[in-house]
């Protein structure tokens, strides 16, 4: 167990749809970082979110968005869902300010299927 | 960050040592080598890192070269829990301009047999 939730584990959407996927980071831990996981991408980087301030962003489509709560947590929204937007979702914590070394925490995932 | 190239996939016995190999011929001088597996679907998780020196904990050993464009995992008695995707990646710290995102590759799959 990493510390890091993710709720929900699965979530099943129709395509035009919008979705919240939400991250509970490890207690203490300010960085949140997001990944997707597709079968033909492999794990990407989504964004990262430090202190309740966005610090990098990867390959994150404009339809989807993030925010860093003040109690830390952590929000993923997906909109106007595609087919293509099916996959394995993780959350990942990690205790940085930014001098510290990279060991990041992941969540369990969560599985959005788009039909 | 630098690109990493690995085997896709490797096997290795029960009780044996496995030694994943990683190519990193790109890697700047203050980017870290770091190793991360991934458990059937799993959310990964990390198992080392080193920036010149070899270094070992509890899980596993990480043997850089000398000139930092190669390294190996070294799994010192894999057991069947140790079946995964080992990725090998490159970063700097969070104190970088990356500010701490891992970019994975594909990774090695590595099988343990009974």
């Known amino acids: 167990d990493s510390g890091v939730t993710q709720t929900p584990k699965h979530l099943i959407t129709a395509t035009g749809q919008r979705v919240t996927l939400r991250c509970s980071p490890r207690?203490?831990?300010?960085?949140v970082y997001w990944y997707q996981q597709s079968l033909d991408q492999g794990l990407q980087f989504l964004i990262q979110y430090y202190n309740g301030e966005e610090r990098a962003k990867g390959n994150i489509l404009e339809r989807f968005s993030a925010q860093q709560f003040p109690d830390l947590h952590s929000e993923l929204n997906l909109s106007s869902l595609e087919l293509g937007d099916s996959a394995l979702y993780f959350c990942?914590?990690?205790?940085?300010?930014?001098?510290?070394?990279?060991?990041?925490?992941f969540g369990p995932g969560t599985r959005l299927t788009v039909l | 960050d630098a690109k990493t190239t690995q085997p896709t996939s490797m096997d290795c016995a029960e009780g044996r040592a496995a030694n994943l190999p990683c190519n990193h011929s790109t890697i700047s001088g203050n980017e870290y080598v770091y190793w991360y597996r991934q458990i059937h679907s799993q959310g990964p998780q990390y198992i080392i890192h080193g920036l010149k020196n070899n270094e070992t904990n509890e899980m596993a050993s990480l043997i850089i070269t000398e000139d930092r464009k190669s390294s190996t995992l070294i799994l010192p008695h894999a057991t069947l829990r140790d079946t995964a995707v080992y990725y090998c990646i490159v970063s700097t710290n969070a104190g970088g301009t990356s500010y701490g995102k891992l970019t994975f590759g594909q990774g090695t799959i590595l099988t343990v047999h009974p």
């Open positions: 207690s203490g831990d300010l960085s």
């Open positions: 990942a914590s990690s205790a940085d300010p930014p001098s510290s070394y990279n060991e990041q925490f």
